[in-house]
């Protein structure tokens, strides 16, 4: 039976026409969404994007500070490791959220969202190019503080640190090449040396002096001076590069005017060297200055030396000391007691021949170590990324704030204190106790005044410990002229050093000033 074309006609015809009528429904209800509909969808869009946007943050933050953790079994039990667990948890959520959302709406508004995500997208790399021109402008992931703002993490490079240590380790011009490693004490200065610009000599015994090679242990007990005391009197000075007169010639020390001073009833022999710490002054004394049986020892110290005990390694806290490459001996207090935690030291040579800077021993005891400034292995394409090393770094309070306030600082070294004093009186000899003022101890309105600034002094009177204030001496010098560039002692302030610091010595060991 044939249709009648009518018919026929009418059924072809409604497929279409229910079609039509179906797009027509769509396309009404994609206007039929009313202007609040649609705020309500951006405002979840947009929340859900942002939820992402930080989560994400966090758990990049999170998983590269749990990454430097050497046990997974850590990811429970540690604040990182918590933190890299809800991160997730929270970031996985917002995308299944976020596309469960967009499934269930009708054309217009999808297309509304995604052109919300898209542009965050772009936001974000506009955000992230942006922050890595600006921090490359502003910074530099080598071996430096950011300059605009010192209580932010370094981004330090080890390749780069070390390859220029070892640089400095070939040159035998450099001032590093006045020293010699000591595997005890970390560094001496070496016997019968002379610096390219003839500003520092050392003796044959490996004091500094006047000209390269002085022999002066020439005193013997045995000696007559004319005198009626049967000997003059051996001064030992122990210190640092206030002792030592760093930036001044011989002529112009304190150590060398004192000697004159005094005159010819005493001996000064000066073995301060640069970059000395408390508890290499007690290693130095115990190794090289005990064997010389000095009658008088005066310790020079200045804030910063107890602060120097809690260093491993000199390039931490000072990465541009090229000179002074060397380790420290790490001194911890156990049972009442010193014990040395890392000697005899790595060599020069070993620390920067090291492929990974995590990997040098005994970094865990060293207070100007965080492992968040230097890159890592897993890491290390990643970390090109500045806008990633400063983030990751986070903001921390400066580092000479953590240590000041670090509890263990001043109980090492009061007892690092107490036993150098205790050698030194059981070998018969006086000890006096200066305290050197460095810039910022003489100009208390410096706004930049480091936290230990006042450290010594605090230490001393905890401990007990009667010492010399050399503060007047310095206060006699006009305040432009009392430091160098560098902050040490200029010629006038040694010159006032001498004129009033052997008086208050030989009233501490005599109880008067008088000449014997």
């Not at 297309?111 to 506009?126: E, F, S, Y």
């Not at 390039?315 to 060397?326: E, H, V």
């Not at 040395?340 to 800077?357: E, M, R, W």
């Not at 240590?403 to 018969?428: K, N, T, W």
Request: contains cysteine; glycine residues 6%.
């Amino acid at each position: 039976m044939i249709d009648p074309p009518g018919e026929l006609a009418h059924e072809t015809e409604g497929p279409t026409t229910a079609g039509s009528s179906r797009s027509a429904s769509a396309k009404t209800n994609d206007h039929a969404v009313s202007p609040a509909a649609r705020s309500s969808i951006s405002r979840l869009v947009a929340g859900l994007l942002i939820t992402i946007d930080i989560s994400s943050l966090l758990f990049v933050l999170a998983i590269y500070r749990f990454s430097t953790l050497a046990r997974p079994v850590l990811l429970v039990r540690t604040a990182s490791g918590l933190l890299t667990i809800g991160a997730a948890m929270v970031m996985a959520a917002a995308i299944l959220a976020l596309g469960r959302h967009l499934r269930r709406l009708t054309s217009a508004p999808r297309r509304q969202a995604v052109l919300m995500i898209l542009m965050n997208c772009g936001a974000l790399v506009l955000i992230v190019t942006a922050g890595e021109l600006m921090l490359r402008l502003v910074q530099k992931i080598s071996v430096h503080k950011p300059a605009w703002n010192l209580h932010l993490a370094a981004l330090r490079d080890w390749e780069e640190t070390s390859a220029e240590f070892r640089s400095a380790l070939g040159k035998s011009d450099h001032l590093h090449s006045y020293h010699e490693y000591h595997p005890v004490i970390g560094w001496t200065i070496g016997k019968n040396r002379r610096t390219s610009d003839g500003l520092y000599s050392s003796s044959a015994e490996g004091l500094r002096s006047a000209q390269q090679g002085d022999v002066l242990l020439t005193w013997s007990r045995s000696d007559v001076v004319g005198l009626s005391h049967p000997k003059p009197y051996r001064v030992a000075l122990i210190g640092d590069s206030f002792t030592f007169g760093y930036e001044v010639p011989y002529k112009d020390t304190w150590s060398h005017l004192i000697g004159l001073e005094l005159g010819k009833d005493f001996h000064v022999l000066n073995f301060g060297v640069m970059g000395y710490s408390v508890n290499q002054m007690r290693l130095k004394y115990e190794l090289e200055v005990r064997p010389t049986r000095p009658d008088i020892l005066v310790v020079g110290v200045i804030s910063h030396d107890f602060i120097r005990d809690g260093y491993v390694y000199n390039f931490m806290p000072a990465p541009n000391m090229l000179s002074l490459p060397y380790a420290r001996p790490r001194a911890v207090v156990r049972d009442g007691r010193l014990t040395l935690l890392n000697t005899p030291l790595i060599t020069p040579n070993d620390i920067f021949a090291t492929d990974d800077v995590h990997k040098l021993p005994n970094l865990q005891h060293d207070m100007a170590y965080d492992r968040f400034e230097w890159e890592t292995s897993a890491w290390r394409m990643p970390q090109r990324s500045f806008v990633l090393r400063f983030l990751t770094a986070w903001p921390r309070p400066a580092l000479a704030q953590q240590e000041a306030s670090d509890p263990g600082i001043g109980a090492l070294g009061q007892q690092v204190l107490a036993e150098l004093l205790d050698a030194i009186h059981r070998d018969g000899a006086k000890a006096v106790v200066v305290f050197f003022p460095d810039t910022f101890e003489m100009d208390s309105t410096n706004k930049y005044r480091p936290p230990y600034a006042m450290l010594a002094p605090k230490i001393f009177r905890e401990a007990r410990v009667d010492y010399v204030d050399a503060t007047p001496c310095i206060e006699k010098v006009p305040a432009d002229r009392r430091f160098s560039r560098s902050g040490h002692y200029g010629p006038e302030s040694n010159a006032a050093l001498a004129t009033c610091l052997p008086n208050m010595i030989l009233r501490k060991v005599f109880g008067s000033p008088t000449r014997l």
